[in-house]
């Protein structure tokens, strides 16, 4: 709008100098305890009034408040709105007076510097800005010397204000407007009679930027509006307005406005004919086009208005959208616009950004949106030279986001995985999914934002996934993965073969297992192991003679049975228990058995058809548990280290252990509780703690805990190795 220009065949005369109104521009109150002075300023405005009774004179002030305290400072007053008259006490002795002032709480203006030679104590500093508040420092210099400084703030006379526009609103009121002033806090309007005996005046405060004044007594004649509008469209972004004419009209004054953007500038323009080409205009908008007669003192009266649309479209009158929860994909249709050649939806999220797609029927499908959001949809035609938003739109959620901070939770010695997460809005409730190695799915629902996975299997690899369960099911969560402890080690068998030093077992593989440990100990205590990452394993350096333990297995010998193919070895304990091996030779090893049970061997042979009656009973009894539960703790300040286990025997010794890096080893021993002191920790050092309960044939031993000397705390043991194998061998 602000380029709309307009061409016309007149320029209006100038009006009569003896018809001229003078305006005040400005009366400033300064309103100082000390000074009380009155400035008035006068300008000419060139407006033209006929007044039958009067001349009015018209004025606007504005009154602001100058601050005076000081010291040697007497007094700092604003004789104009660019100046400051300061005076001050004179200083015995002083040579020279020197005067700063800064803009207080500003420092895009240079501070202003002048001095005054003694003995005069008074200065007029211009070229200030109005309506600013000032600090003014006086220092006072016996030649070169600073003796005495005083400081004051104080304020400039705001500017002038202008009036930007009048208007007569009856013949006994009128209507002013002015522009805003830096440091003004109200305005004073006068209005003043010329001539009369004796002159009027009258006056009212404003706070805001226009007022009006009534009961001003005074004849002024406004023309009708012109009659007869006609506005016709010359091209795509032309017009040409026509009226009729008005007698004693001066000029005619003609207003164009954008109807439904009302913060653009209307464009005004006066023309001494009865028509106007107005040029410029904007496609595919409406302007409301006015016409108003002017007197012959340049004052406009009512408007006569007319419409006018530039070439248009219809907007769409109905807009839907289709959401797809499984794909995300929100379609949008409206109805056809004749004239439309394309179209454009518009989704608008609640942060402001926006996805569109465009089409040239009547739908379209708008991708990418984002999981969890309200999403506002409108419709816009397109023509060749115009667009129309529709007022009609649409609301839809899309599906909502997936779960987010997905975390599990797992303890090595438990077979439970608890799958944690964080809730979301308007959820129904949660689908979590654990699947193993082999692809196997363990699903679980609940409202809550947590799911406790139970009994699950050794030695796999599980992916946890859930989402949330709405009217549109959620994205699935980024995955969390558990790898479960590796399972024991099956078949685990052990012979000495033809070599007199070595022993050499084998297992299945384990699953989850990366490598193993076989572990054997003699009847004196001692310990013989060895690792591999394979299925057997080789223990050097065992003495002949031997006689090695296990804990979960036995080995049954017998002689041979006339007739017997072969042969079921059965051990049974206390409680009925029963476990079995067989084989085609004179012995088996029996597996599963637990350690410190008291266990029946029997023999049956049997020739597929028939079975021998049981062979003599033999009692034998499995090595002892080890303890369990080993814990130590360093204790102060005696510095000495508590062992404590459980699993106690009322019979049998227990040895507790602490070996160092270097295999330095201390030792204490306890029969009668369940734990023991180690004196002398050195400090700084790690140690592996174990503890060996041997009850007068077989020894045992836990597992390896450490423990850090330097530490006040305890030290939870960690078990590094996979998988220990125990063994027994006979010679």
């Known amino acids: 709008m602000e380029d709309v220009e ?104 240079a501070p202003v510097v002048v001095t005054q030679t003694a003995p005069r104590t008074q200065r007029l500093i211009q070229g200030l800005r109005p309506g600013l508040v000032y600090q003014v420092t ?29 208007r007569a609103l009856s013949s006994t009121s009128i209507r002013l407007e002015w522009s805003s002033v830096i440091g003004a806090d109200s305005y004073i309007l006068f209005v003043v009679e010329l ?13 805001t930027l226009n007022g009006q004044i009534n009961e001003v007594y005074f004849l002024l004649e406004v023309l009708q509006p012109p009659t007869g509008l006609t506005l016709i469209s010359t091209g795509r972004s032309t017009a040409k307005i026509t009226w009729s004419p008005v007698s004693k009209v001066l000029l005619y004054q003609v207003t164009v406005r954008d109807k439904y ?19 410029n205009l904007e496609s595919c908008s409406t302007y409301t086009v006015g016409v108003s007669s002017v007197n012959i003192f340049l004052l406009p009266g009512e408007a ?51 996805l569109n797609c465009t089409s040239s029927s009547t739908s379209c499908r708008i991708p990418m949106l984002k999981c969890g959001e309200k999403y506002q949809v409108h419709v816009t035609a397109i023509s060749n030279d115009c667009e129309i938003t529709s007022n009609a739109t649409f609301l839809f959620e899309t599906v909502p986001c997936a779960p987010a901070n997905p975390t599990t939770s797992h303890k ?5 995985i608890v799958f944690s997460w964080d809730h979301t809005n308007k959820t129904f409730y949660y689908e979590a999914m654990a699947v193993d190695n082999t692809g196997k799915t363990t699903a679980c629902r609940t409202e809550d934002n947590a799911c406790f996975f139970t009994n699950t299997d050794c030695g796999q690899f599980y992916t946890f996934t859930v ?135 029997s023999v049956i042979g049997t020739n597929l058809e028939c079975n021998s009656s049981a062979s003599n009973e033999v009692t034998f009894t ?60 050195v400090c700084g050092k790690t140690y592996n703690v174990t503890v060996t309960y041997n009850d007068g044939n077989c020894p045992s031993t836990s597992t390896p805990i450490t423990m850090d000397s330097g530490s006040t705390l305890r030290t939870l043991s960690v078990q590094m190795m996979m998988i220990v194998v125990s063994y027994i061998s006979q010679n």
């Open 6 to 109: 307009f061409e016309h065949n007149e320029t209006p005369p100038p009006p009569p100098i003896h018809q001229k109104l003078i305006y005040s521009e400005q009366l400033i109150k300064n309103s100082d305890q000390r000074q009380g002075a009155e400035r008035m300023e006068v300008i000419t405005m060139d407006k033209m009034w006929m007044f039958y009774s009067s001349i009015l004179l018209l004025s606007v002030i504005q009154t602001q408040q100058v601050l005076a305290a000081g010291c040697n400072i007497v007094s700092v007053t604003s004789p104009s709105a660019s100046t400051l008259n300061v005076i001050w006490s004179s200083y015995p002795g002083a040579s020279v007076y020197s005067l700063t002032l800064r803009v207080v709480n500003s420092t895009s203006f």
């Open 138 to 166: 006086l220092k006072v210099f016996e030649f070169m010397n600073i003796v005495c400084t005083d400081v004051k703030e104080t304020i400039t006379v705001p500017a002038a204000a202008q009036i930007t526009s009048s």
């Open 195 to 207: 001539f009369g005996s004796p002159p009027k005046s009258y006056s009212q405060t404003f706070t």
């Open 261 to 279: 953007n009302p913060s653009k500038a209307p464009v005004i323009r006066n023309t001494s004919a009865t028509y106007m080409e107005i040029v």
């Open 304 to 354: 006569s208005n007319v419409m006018h649309t530039t070439s248009s479209i219809d907007p769409v009158t109905t807009v839907s959208v289709d959401y797809s929860c499984s794909s995300g994909l929100a379609t949008v249709t409206w109805d056809l616009v004749f004239g439309a050649n394309m179209y454009r939806a518009v989704a608008v999220d609640s942060t402001g950004g926006s």
């Open 412 to 416: 090595c010695s438990s077979n439970v």
């Open 467 to 601: 989402y949330a369960v709405s009217e549109c099911n959620s994205e699935v969560s980024k995955p969390e993965f558990v790898s479960t402890s590796p399972c024991l080690p099956s078949n685990v068998m052990t012979g000495a073969g033809c070599h007199s030093d070595m022993l050499i077992t084998t297992w299945d593989s384990a699953a989850g297992a990366l490598s193993y440990t076989v572990e054997a100990r003699d009847n004196t205590g001692e310990t013989y192991n060895c690792t591999t990452s394979s299925n057997s394993c080789a223990v050097n350096g065992v003495p002949c003679g031997e006689h090695l333990s296990v804990q979960d297995s036995a080995t049954v010998t017998w002689t041979t049975s006339i007739g017997a193919i072969f042969y079921i070895a059965v051990a049974e304990d206390g409680n009925g228990n029963s476990h079995s091996c067989n084989s085609m030779g004179t012995n088996c090893l029996i597996k599963g058995l637990r350690c410190g049970q008291n266990y029946t061997a």
């Open 622 to 681: 499995t090595a002892p548990c080890p303890p369990t539960n080993v814990e130590a703790f360093r204790v102060c300040p005696s510095n000495h280290a508590l062992i404590v286990w459980q699993n106690h025997q009322p019979t049998g010794v227990y040895t507790a252990t602490i070996e160092d890096q270097s295999r330095a080893q201390l030792t204490c021993t306890s029969n009668a509780v369940n734990n023991c002191k180690i004196p002398s920790l």
